[in-house]
């Protein structure tokens, strides 16, 4: 596992992009649908109780994949080509402002 983010649900992200959720410790089903190109490496995943999505930083394709956590769902991706090797992410309260870290700078995706 490279990444977990916790909303209730536990969502481990696998450094081959394949994504596990967790409810008091028995594997769920989730299918991701619609991630074009598909996700072959992950690097970070978060989400919130309070957030309908999860979003999951893929470094090698530069994107941040919002996911809807009922469906499965793509809702968005967001790619930038001022992105070299985005490392980090983090996702305000609202999930409406998505941050990049990039190397030394910081990136700021509104949605």
Do not use: C
């Not at 594997?27 to 991701?32: H, V």
């Not at 996700?39 to 530069?62: R, Y």
């Not at 001022?82 to 490392?87: E, F, G, M, R």
Request: net charge neutral; charged share 25%; no cysteine.
């Amino acid at each position: 596992m490279v990444s977990l983010a916790i909303d209730g649900d536990l969502y481990a992200l696998r450094d081959n992009g394949v994504v596990k959720k967790f409810f008091t410790g028995e594997e769920q089903a989730i299918s991701l649908i619609g991630i074009d190109p598909a996700l072959a490496h992950g690097t970070s995943i978060i989400t919130e109780s309070n957030l309908k999505e999860l979003f999951i930083l893929d470094s090698v394709e530069k994107r941040i994949i919002a996911i809807d956590k009922t469906t499965g769902t793509v809702k968005a991706q967001y790619i930038s080509p001022l992105w070299k090797n985005p490392s980090a992410i983090a996702v305000d309260g609202s999930g409406k402002t998505v941050f990049v870290l990039d190397g030394g700078k910081l990136y700021k995706v509104t949605r």
